[in-house]
Nanobody, 122 residues
């Protein structure tokens, strides 16, 4: 199973980025997907999830209204559209395959890929 995230970069506060994650080796359309992020010196946190049908999305409070998760099952690709980026969004972003948990923003991860760095300058 491979998860390849891309789309990160160095941007200024207020800018936008779209992250992509191409998944192979697993039945993409059968799994929930999620994005995690980890800032330097901090633990990895779940940012957003999307159900396997794509009909349910969840977001961390810190990104609600700014980030949008989506999936394209025909391309085995997960996306994270990030608007109005803030310096506190600086982190390595990881995509993951798994099953949604019982809580509103919760996920049991089966596979996680290497991350892509997002750096937001003030």
């Amino acid at each position: 199973v491979q998860l390849q995230a891309s789309g990160g970069g160095l941007v200024q506060a207020g800018d936008s980025l779209r992250l992509s994650c191409v998944v192979s080796g697993v039945a993409f359309s059968s799994y929930a997907m999620g994005w995690f992020r980890q800032a330097p010196g901090k633990k990895r946190n779940l940012v957003s999830t999307i159900s396997w049908r794509g009909d349910r999305t969840e977001y961390a409070e810190s990104v609600k209204g700014r980030f949008t998760i989506s999936r394209d099952d025909a391309k085995n690709t997960l996306y994270l559209q990030m608007n109005d980026l803030k310096p506190e969004d600086t982190a390595v972003y990881y995509c993951a395959v798994g099953v949604l948990g019982k809580d509103s923003l919760d996920m049991d991860v089966d596979y996680r890929g290497r991350g892509t760095q997002v750096t937001v300058s003030s």
